[in-house]
């Protein structure tokens, strides 16, 4: 197949290791696989495997938020093979990718479990797709106070419904085949972290 407008999408900052090659809104092909913390060993095979000797035009990358390790697995091999093919890469949030498989409706509320017992959320609101509220890191209690919209998607969905009383939660994690439905300026953000809450480590004061 000729490389076309092919884009390289990878996807590795949550428990899904997932790679496609769309063109514009068509997906050509992908591979996905729940992998836990395996994907600094199964990204790299995933993304020669699906290629198949084809060079994309452009790369799409995952840039979070979602585990530390899957996360910066995933950067590390967009931006090494972008400077070896000369190709341009830009980014995409978790949470955005996430509410654009979603069915259709109003508004939806993306929730995906963080560190220390914490969820990250956001909600978004369609026709076009985009954010109604910033991204946040609560304890499940704090979210479900800050959180109005009734259908919640992602890992952390259950714990905010729960925790709320009420709601439909909706299991979800992003794939990289549904970067394809993001509209242009959610997936051309600068391809660097997004972690969501602050830095663990403190610098000591002297």
Same mark, same amino acid.
């Given at each position: 197949m000729s490389a076309g407008n092919l884009s390289l999408v990878i996807d590795s900052a949550t428990a899904a290791c997932s790679v496609a090659l769309i063109d514009g809104d068509e997906l050509i092909d992908e591979r996905h696989e729940l992998v836990g913390r395996g994907h600094a060993e199964r990204l790299v095979p995933m993304i020669a495997e699906l290629l198949a000797g084809r060079r994309p035009r452009s790369i799409l990358v995952d840039c979070g938020p979602g585990s530390f390790t899957g996360l910066r697995v995933g950067l590390a091999a967009a931006h090494g093979l972008a400077i070896g093919w000369g190709v341009p890469l830009r980014g995409y949030s978790s949470m955005a990718a996430i509410a654009a498989a979603a069915a259709d409706g109003d508004e939806y509320a993306v929730a995906l479990h963080g560190g220390h017992g914490q969820l990250f959320v956001q909600t978004y609101g369609r026709n076009p797709l985009s954010p109604r509220d910033a991204l946040r890191s609560l304890p499940p209690d704090e979210a479900a106070a800050a959180i109005r919209a009734d259908t919640v *998607? #992602? !890992? #952390? @969905?259950? @714990? *905010?419904? !729960?925790a709320r009383g009420h709601g439909q939660a909706v299991d979800a994690l992003p794939r990289a085949a549904d @970067?394809? *439905?993001? /509209? @242009?300026?959610?997936? !051309? *953000?600068? /391809?660097?972290?997004?972690? #969501?809450?602050? /830095?663990d480590a403190k610098p000591s004061v002297r």
């Open positions: *998607l #992602g !890992s #952390g @969905a259950e @714990a *905010l419904v !729960s @970067a394809r *439905l993001l /509209p @242009a300026e959610l997936r !051309s *953000l600068e /391809p660097r972290p997004i972690y #969501g809450r602050a /830095p």
